[in-house]
């Protein structure tokens, strides 16, 4: 008798696990508690095992599938990697020309739409390798300007760089310094972001290769190596003029420009003896890569050969500790920031014409 109760006993657990079983199932699709075949059943074979499959789906879903996934923008999951050392876009040797009339609006429209506002640009699609400020020294030569813009920034763009352009300008009519302002771009440049590198330019160079970088090699670079007005050959051996690029640290070694070299002449070969002074070297491109077409024009005024700089330059190794950025002092007059550039206006103390 008590066997048999026992018996029962299972009999209805086990109905009752079954029905429970059932229960579940209904839970997740009603069709089954019914046993009433989904309307897709009605098509054969293929819509059975269909619906197998569903129900077998529905067992092994994962807790959160089936519910709206959160939207993660494309540009915020994006994370940029480095800009390649073989760049892309470069095209090689450019012709370069300046008979065209050009307006700073013309150049604004060909390449504003990548500028940030002060001519500042970053690679859109990779992190560029170097930040590089461009320091232009500056007085009246506003056409020699217009043709630099134009040519310059859609190159520096192909070159993948992060960088910001400032004119330098020296204000009054006093006699020009083009190192000393030189000086001023690289404090006023570091005073608005973390530069890396800084090529200072004339502003009436116009590279003929964009495979000439402007950016920071292991020693100083010197870019124009091969002007047209020089018939495309250095002038002499340690000749360091027109464009050059020195990173903040090869800067700093040599206590940056002299600030003392009023007037036309000598500068560069200063900072050419700086460089050797301190154990440095010079690094080039090679004679095709550092093609460069100048800007004809008359000699600037208040400008002239300084007579006194020949003989300065003999005593660079005494004065390049004294004379320099560590003892730059000028004034800023003004900053205004044109989307091609920014301009710094900046009183260098000069003495009269
Ligand atoms: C040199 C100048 C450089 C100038 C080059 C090219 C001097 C110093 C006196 C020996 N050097 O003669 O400053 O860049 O010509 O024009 O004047």
Known sequence: ??????????????????????????????????????????????????WIKELFNLTTKAPNEGQEKI?????????????????????????????????????RKEVESHLQEGGQHKPPDCIAQQKVAIIIPFRNRHEHLKHWLYYLHPILMRQQ??????????????????????????????????????????????????????RCFDSPRHLAVAMDKFNFHLPYDHYFGGVIALSKEQFLKINGFPNTYWGWGGEDDDMYKRII??????????MVTGKYRM????????NEANPRNPDKLHQTH???????????KYTVKEIVRDKLFTYINVDIHAPPS
């Open 277 to 286: 002074l301190r154990g440095m070297s010079i690094s080039r491109p090679d």
């Open 295 to 302: 800007v004809k024009h008359k000699r600037d005024l208040h």
């Open 1 to 50: 008798m008590l066997r048999k109760l026992f018996h029962i006993l299972v009999f209805f657990s086990l109905l009752s696990v079954a029905y429970f079983v059932v229960f579940l199932f209904h839970s997740r699709n009603s069709t089954l508690f019914f046993f009433t075949k989904p309307q897709s059943m009605e098509n054969g074979n293929d819509a059975l095992s269909q």
């Open 161 to 214: 760089s992060d960088y910001s352009v400032y004119v330098i300008n020296q204000d009054g009519e006093g006699v020009f310094n083009r190192a000393k302002l030189m000086n001023a771009g690289y404090a006023e440049a570091l005073k608005e972001y973390d530069f890396e590198c800084f090529v200072f330019s004339d502003v009436d160079l116009v590279p003929m290769d964009d495979r000439n970088l402007y």
């Open 318 to 328: 005494l004065t390049m500790n004294e004379d320099g950025i560590n003892s730059l």
């Open 71 to 107: 939207h993660v923008p494309r540009t915020m999951s994006k994370t940029l990697g480095p800009c390649p050392d073989t760049l892309p876009n470069l095209v090689g040797p450019l012709y370069v020309e300046f008979d065209s009339t050009r307006t700073l609006d013309d150049v």
